[in-house]
């Protein structure tokens, strides 16, 4: 049988298998497209029905009933623009499905207030004049839309010895929760236990134990351990689990203990993420070390270990393979999630799979980068300075390099980016730069022609869905723009994250300013009728790492 075959008969094969799945609503946002209209998106699901199609109801606020605003049903788009507003008014919005000419209500509701004019945003008020250094999503009270969790200040410590780098923690980190419609729910407090930089600092919002609440877990300490100077070195260290209603600690067990790493750069890299190690329920993954030793638990809804591993003994080659983020996917396609931790991978089992020797990696993706070829490929960036491949795809199931930049790299740096921002070549291009020492840049396509050595976007641009094509749009220094075409839209605030939480298939831009967290959101009408991205696995699971590590843009996997 050939590999085509044998992948294809792989993937049909896993689609049957039954997988937990999140409850969500249907995500309806609505955004003033002029003064005088309203867009209004909502989300597809992967079990709707093939023949299903939508009316839109409008909700004048303090003015009786929804009254739908359609003349026929909405048939080949998850998208409308209602035009019979009253400039000034605030609306309500909802939908309802209807499949074989019976309509159905549907959970999820919008608010647009139209004198905001055309600006595709709405936003939530801060308790507190802050920015944000990450944000987490997560349906925190079961009503099916997603809420957030929020932690501040936006400052980081880096645990690397150099100066410039370390520097004293001003004040502890802090979670917010807050509600999908802006409501405060809680605080938690990290402590002085946690210095405030990302690699101390993880956490992650995911409904683990399955009750319909996505609870938070993170790191934690006890007391003030700080030395004279600030530094963290001694103390109990945690793993917590906290209340989704109320940020009270409900559970907590020993973290990865230090012993075993040579030395406080070294011991103060840690991690979290989610995976699907049986094929059908999430369990948590604890991760301790990078650039040497590399120590890895798996928990189950319980926090009870599944299993351990460590890059010692028989595996000692893979110690320093590991990155600034673990990437979670099915990357063997045998129904269960692995862990792409750096250069190197483990099987759902913790049992090592392959190691390219590559050394540690700023950037990665998991994504079909190369349709031709069967399965997934990777995209990577290597920091470690490389006398080939620092720039490189490899086939995400094995391994085994594809093509990469035969000359050599110093310190490929940053989020990098992959995304199909032309339809000149087939496939997702993919976009990194050097820095601290290095000036080279490349964009290559997806079979390894290197389009380009300029430094074309820095080196943490996103690639976003935003208009109504199939191709990617760029977001860099704010600006949405298409590769070589005209700027969509300027942005304001920090960037923290581009992933596809409320409306249609396309994503937001979530942005944070003193004080205010930003959900920009396209008015473009689009005719397509797609499944929301966060019913894809691969895809959710990469917005699930964004509390943890560096950021890397979501990528929509085969299903």
């Given at each position: 049988?050939?590999?085509?075959?044998i992948f294809i008969f792989i993937t049909f094969s896993l689609i049957s298998k039954g997988q937990v799945q999140e409850k969500i609503d249907r995500g309806v946002v609505a955004l003033a497209h002029s003064t005088e209209s309203v867009y209004v998106g909502w989300r597809m699901f992967k079990d709707d029905h093939k023949e299903i199609s939508f009316n839109v109801y409008r909700?004048?606020?303090?003015?009786?009933?929804?009254?739908?605003?359609?003349?026929?049903?909405?048939?080949?788009?998850?998208?409308?623009?209602?035009?019979?507003?009253?400039?000034?008014?605030?609306?309500?919005?909802?939908?309802?499905?209807?499949?074989?000419?019976?309509?159905?209500?549907?959970?999820?509701?919008?608010?647009?207030?139209?004198?905001?004019?055309?600006?595709?945003?709405?936003?939530?008020?801060?308790?507190?004049?802050?920015?944000?250094?990450?944000?987490?999503?997560?349906?925190?009270?079961?009503?099916?839309?997603?809420?957030?969790?929020?932690?501040?200040?936006?400052?980081?410590?880096?645990?690397?010895?150099?100066?410039?780098?370390?520097?004293?923690?001003?004040?502890?980190?802090?979670?917010?929760?807050?509600?999908?419609?802006?409501?405060?729910?809680?605080?938690?407090?990290?402590?002085?236990?946690?210095?405030?930089?990302?690699?101390?600092?993880?956490?992650?919002?995911?409904?683990?134990?399955?009750?319909?609440?996505?609870?938070?877990?993170?790191?934690?300490?006890?007391?003030?351990?700080?030395?004279?100077?600030?530094?963290?070195?001694?103390?109990?260290?945690?793993?917590?689990?906290?209340?989704?209603?109320?940020?009270?600690?409900?559970?907590?067990?020993?973290?990865?203990?230090?012993?075993?790493?040579?030395?406080?750069?070294?011991?103060?890299?840690?991690?979290?993420?989610?995976?699907?190690?049986?094929?059908?329920?999430?369990?948590?993954?604890?991760?301790?070390?990078?650039?040497?030793?590399?120590?890895?638990?798996?928990?189950?809804?319980?926090?009870?270990?599944?299993?351990?591993?460590?890059?010692?003994?028989?595996?000692?080659?893979?110690?320093?393979?590991?990155?600034?983020?673990?990437?979670?996917?099915?990357?063997?396609?045998?129904?269960?999630?692995?862990?792409?931790?750096?250069?190197?991978?483990?099987?759902?089992?913790?049992?090592?799979?392959?190691?390219?020797?590559?050394?540690?990696?700023?950037?990665?993706?998991?994504?079909?980068?190369?349709?031709?070829?069967?399965?997934?490929?990777?995209?990577?960036?290597?920091?470690?300075?490389?006398?080939?491949?620092?720039?490189?795809?490899?086939?995400?199931?094995?391994?085994?390099?594809?093509?990469?930049?035969?000359?050599?790299?110093?310190?490929?740096?940053?989020?990098?980016?992959?995304?199909?921002?032309?339809?000149?070549?087939?496939?997702?291009?993919?976009?990194?730069?050097?820095?601290?020492?290095?000036?080279?840049?490349?964009?290559?396509?997806?079979?390894?022609?290197?389009?380009?050595?300029?430094?074309?976007?820095?080196?943490?641009?996103?690639?976003?869905?935003?208009?109504?094509?199939?191709?990617?749009?760029i977001c860099y220094k704010n600006e949405v723009f298409d590769y070589e075409g005209e700027t969509h839209l300027k942005v304001e605030g920090k960037v923290l994250i581009v992933a596809d939480i409320i409306g249609d298939w396309r994503e937001e831009i979530v942005t944070s300013l003193p004080g205010e967290v930003r959900i920009y959101s396209t008015n473009i009408l689009s005719d397509k009728k797609e499944i929301c991205r966060m019913q894809n696995h691969l895809y959710r699971m990469a917005?699930?790492?964004?509390?943890?590590?560096?950021?890397?843009?979501?990528?929509?996997?085969?299903?």
């Amino acid at each position: 049988m050939s590999r085509i075959l044998i992948f294809i008969f792989i993937t049909f094969s896993l689609i049957s298998k039954g997988q937990v799945q999140e409850k969500i609503d249907r995500g309806v946002v609505a955004l003033a497209h002029s003064t005088e209209s309203v867009y209004v998106g909502w989300r597809m699901f992967k079990d709707d029905h093939k023949e299903i199609s939508f009316n839109v109801y409008r909700q004048d606020i303090g003015f009786g009933d929804f009254q739908k605003v359609n003349k026929t049903p909405i048939t080949h788009s998850t998208n409308f623009i209602d035009s019979t507003i009253q400039p000034g008014h605030g609306y309500n919005y909802k939908v309802k499905s209807i499949i074989n000419n019976v309509e159905y209500d549907e959970p999820g509701a919008g608010y647009v207030f139209t004198l905001t004019g055309s600006v595709p945003y709405y936003s939530i008020k801060l308790k507190d004049n802050i920015t944000l250094k990450r944000i987490g999503f997560g349906d925190l009270d079961g009503d099916g839309a997603y809420d957030f969790v929020m932690q501040s200040p936006d400052f980081n410590v880096d645990p690397y010895y150099r100066p410039g780098y370390w520097k004293r923690s001003p004040e502890p980190y802090k979670l917010n929760a807050y509600t999908s419609k802006g409501k405060h729910l809680w605080e938690y407090d990290m402590g002085w236990a946690i210095e405030t930089g990302t690699w101390y600092s993880a956490y992650m919002v995911f409904d683990i134990d399955q009750d319909g609440k996505a609870e938070v877990y993170t790191k934690a300490g006890e007391g003030d351990p700080r030395e004279m100077d600030g530094h963290v070195l001694t103390g109990p260290e945690y793993l917590v689990k906290l209340n989704p209603v109320n940020g009270k600690i409900i559970q907590r067990q020993n973290w990865i203990p230090r012993d075993g790493f040579e030395q406080y750069n070294w011991w103060s890299r840690n991690f979290l993420t989610v995976a699907y190690l049986d094929g059908q329920n999430p369990s948590l993954i604890m991760q301790r070390g990078t650039y040497t030793t590399i120590k890895t638990e798996a928990l189950d809804k319980n926090l009870k270990p599944i299993w351990t591993w460590e890059s010692t003994g028989e595996y000692e080659k893979y110690k320093g393979q590991g990155a600034h983020a673990i990437m979670t996917g099915d990357i063997d396609f045998d129904g269960k999630d692995e862990l792409v931790f750096g250069t190197s991978a483990l099987d759902d089992d913790g049992k090592p799979l392959w190691h390219t020797g590559l050394g540690h990696n700023d950037a990665g993706y998991i994504a079909d980068i190369i349709p031709s070829r069967p399965g997934y490929e990777i995209f990577f960036g290597v920091e470690s300075r490389s006398p080939k491949n620092g720039v490189c795809v490899a086939d995400a199931r094995t391994g085994e390099i594809i093509w990469g930049y035969e000359g050599s790299t110093h310190h490929v740096h940053g989020q990098a980016m992959i995304g199909d921002i032309t339809d000149k070549y087939e496939g997702i291009e993919c976009y990194a730069g050097e820095a601290k020492g290095g000036d080279k840049f490349f964009l290559y396509s997806a079979d390894g022609v290197r389009l380009s050595d300029k430094n074309l976007w820095g080196n943490a641009p996103k690639a976003v869905w935003w208009d109504a094509d199939d191709l990617k749009e760029i977001c860099y220094k704010n600006e949405v723009f298409d590769y070589e075409g005209e700027t969509h839209l300027k942005v304001e605030g920090k960037v923290l994250i581009v992933a596809d939480i409320i409306g249609d298939w396309r994503e937001e831009i979530v942005t944070s300013l003193p004080g205010e967290v930003r959900i920009y959101s396209t008015n473009i009408l689009s005719d397509k009728k797609e499944i929301c991205r966060m019913q894809n696995h691969l895809y959710r699971m990469a917005v699930a790492d964004a509390t943890m590590g560096y950021y890397n843009a979501p990528q929509v996997g085969f299903k």
